[in-house]
């Protein structure tokens, strides 16, 4: 009877450490992939991005996947939009006014 309360004392202290180790990491133990993407996203949604993240098959996720921040959004888009989003991101918009000086 001692050794299962001992085993189960064990058990719950080794759960509450994995628990608080993924806590103060912000990590979680399911891993958020994308699992479709995008291939057509509208250029103004493209100019509207204010960060990207790259996803890899390599990792923990089954497909590669650009993951774009709008807003308080994560859009899937395919990786190929990376070259046609790094130009955007290089050329100033025309449609902005000028500041006047």
Not at 14 to 20: C, P
Request: glycine share 2%; aromatic share 0%; charged share 30%.
């Amino acid at each position: 009877m001692e050794l299962k309360a001992t085993s189960l004392l064990l058990l719950m202290c080794t759960a509450i450490i994995i628990l608080s180790a993924e806590a103060a990491t912000g990590a979680s133990a399911i891993p958020q992939c994308c699992l479709d993407v995008s291939k057509k996203i509208p250029r103004e949604m493209l100019h509207a991005v204010q960060r990207f993240d790259i996803q890899s098959r390599s990792g923990r996720c089954d497909i590669d996947a650009l993951i774009l921040h709008i807003r308080h959004k994560k859009i899937c888009a395919h990786p190929k939009l990376r070259k046609t989003l790094e130009k955007l991101k290089k050329k100033p918009r025309k449609n902005r006014k000028p500041k006047p000086a």
